[in-house]
């Protein structure tokens, strides 16, 4: 015997961003650029000189982070000497950043961690960085309270939304336990 009541049934999957789509296929496009061009300069000259550049190219890392993390602490001692705030930093993570790109093993990671090193482009990159963060504070801020509580809902495996609340019983926090029970709130 059937009902003419239903529960309708969505089996589609919510759309993947782009980033979460493009980021893993971008990462392996780069992993494989950077065997190759090692491959191609151990071909060219030998494995030993591979080897130098990739040393020399961590050396030079840790001695950029090293340098950009003692300035950025000794600007915090002196911000919080004066009794004012930190600064947001003068291009010590863009340092940093470079930094740990020449750490990394590879020839394209080196040029990259390179140019980050370069006063005009941290400018560049930073302010870049500074109108996207700002653009993306004020979509999310653009959203009411409602849209808020509307992605904070519990997506299940199969495609279904529930709204919900967590409500955990345990022993000893409620109601009648051996603790007894909570007293009502007086002001």
């Not at 493009?22 to 030993?48: D, K, M, Q, R, Y």
């Not at 345990?170 to 336990?177: F, K, N, V």
């Amino acid at each position: 015997m059937t009902t003419g009541a239903s529960t309708p049934s969505f089996s589609t999957r919510p759309r993947r961003s782009r980033l979460r789509t493009f980021l893993p296929l971008g990462i392996v496009a780069w992993l494989v650029l950077e065997i190759w061009l090692l491959t191609v300069v151990a071909g060219a000259a030998s494995g030993f000189v591979v080897f130098l550049l990739l040393l020399a190219g961590f050396v030079l890392g840790s001695v950029v982070i090293k340098r950009a993390g003692r300035r950025a602490f000794q600007n915090l001692n002196e911000a919080l000497q004066r009794g004012g705030s930190p600064s947001s930093g003068g291009g010590n993570g863009l340092m940093m950043l470079g930094g740990l790109l020449l750490m990394i093993p590879g020839l394209v990671s080196d040029a990259v961690g390179l140019l980050l090193l370069i006063p005009p482009v941290q400018k560049a990159v930073a302010g870049y960085a500074e109108r996207t963060v700002d653009r993306k504070l004020r979509e999310a801020a653009s959203g009411s309270l409602g849209d808020a509580f509307q992605q904070a809902r519990i997506h299940r495996p199969d495609g279904k939304v529930v709204p919900g609340e967590v409500v955990r019983d345990e022993p000893g926090t409620y109601g009648d336990t051996p603790r007894g029970p909570v007293p009502p709130l007086t002001h």
